[in-house]
């Protein structure tokens, strides 16, 4: 049965990556140039983005550029911030979209986005104060992924949520 958090973080889900475009992910690197892990943004659209911060059990969400408007307060704790840009091999236009949130908390644990033939992806995995990218995964690996490389993660059953852009709601799957 979904809670109204879980309402609220798919209906932000679906307004921020509904028909976008991926075309890269950014990285955020400190003055001693280590990739800062509990960051991340997905370059959108013309100029967009959309970023992730994780400090405890779930993540706080922007569509500022960190350098535009700091929503995270990083230069609070660093003294030097650059981006380091990953482009996708494929940017691809998410048509279907996974979210994954454990089954006794209100906690997201990750999100799953795709082309419409799931040849192109990027899987973004939230653990506690750490943000984990996976690109181009096949939609039946990811319990997989999540239980082989997250020991917090395997005994637990998911709830997940999908969508497809063409879909007017969300659908709850069985998940392992």
Request: glycine share 6%; net charge negative; charged share 20%.
């Amino acid at each position: 049965m979904p809670t109204s958090y879980h309402e609220s973080f798919l209906k932000k889900t679906s307004y921020l990556f509904n028909g976008v475009v991926i075309s890269g992910i950014v990285y955020i690197v400190d003055e001693d140039d280590e990739i800062i892990d509990n960051v991340i943004f997905l370059e959108i659209g013309a100029d967009g983005v959309v970023g992730f911060y994780i400090n405890g059990p779930n993540p706080f969400v922007t569509r500022n550029n960190i350098n535009e408007f700091d929503d995270f307060n990083l230069h609070a704790s660093y003294e030097i911030l650059h981006e380091k840009k990953s482009n996708i091999s494929h940017p691809f236009k998410i048509e279907h979209v996974k979210v994954f949130f454990h089954p006794s908390y209100n906690e997201v644990i990750s999100i799953f986005l795709s082309s419409p033939d799931f040849s192109s992806s990027v899987f973004i995995v939230f653990s506690n104060d750490e943000i984990y990218v996976y690109e181009n995964c096949k939609e039946d690996g990811l319990i997989k992924i999540l239980k082989n490389n997250f020991l917090q993660f395997g005994g637990l059953k998911f709830f997940v949520y999908q969508k497809n852009i063409y879909e007017s709601g969300w659908n709850i799957i069985d998940a392992g």
